[in-house]
């Protein structure tokens, strides 16, 4: 079992920045891969980024690559999700979530349902 702890989440305007953290229990964390996943209003949640258990693997969503940075500490049980650049689109509830099972190929974690477990969640709201 593992719980997952969203933070960083805010009010910023348009261009501003905020790196979210979201800290897991356990001491397997360092065997999953770790999502992040963002649901704006009326949309459906949709994928933003995935890293996988070691680091070495790293895919966005075409929205936030080039924009947006994933990143895990193992040690401290934590992934983060760096975002500067941040405009009005960018603003939803953002969710961490953590892959138990390992996938034959990186694309597979852009799929919500192979995730394991979720946090709470975090808004994240940018101001034009």
């Known amino acids: 079992q593992v719980q997952l702890v969203e933070s960083g989440g805010g009010l910023v305007q348009a261009g501003g920045s905020l790196r979210l953290s979201c800290a897991a229990s356990?001491?397997?964390?360092?065997?999953?891969?770790m999502g992040w996943f963002r649901q704006a209003p009326g949309k459906e949640r949709e994928f933003v980024a995935v890293?996988?258990?070691?680091?070495?693997?790293?895919d966005y969503a075409d929205s936030v690559k080039g924009r947006f940075t994933i990143s895990r500490d193992n040690a401290k049980n934590t992934v983060y999700l760096r975002m500067p650049s941040l405009n009005p689109e960018d603003t939803a509830v953002y969710y961490c979530?953590?892959?138990?099972?390992?996938?034959?190929?990186?694309?597979?974690?852009?799929?919500?349902?192979?995730?394991?477990?979720w946090g709470q969640g975090t808004q994240v709201t940018v101001s034009s």
């Open positions: 890293i996988s258990w070691s680091g070495g693997s790293i």
């Open positions: 979530a953590a892959a138990k099972t390992r996938q034959s190929t990186l694309g597979r974690y852009r799929r919500a349902d192979i995730y394991a477990y």
């Open positions: 356990g001491r397997t964390f360092s065997s999953y891969a």
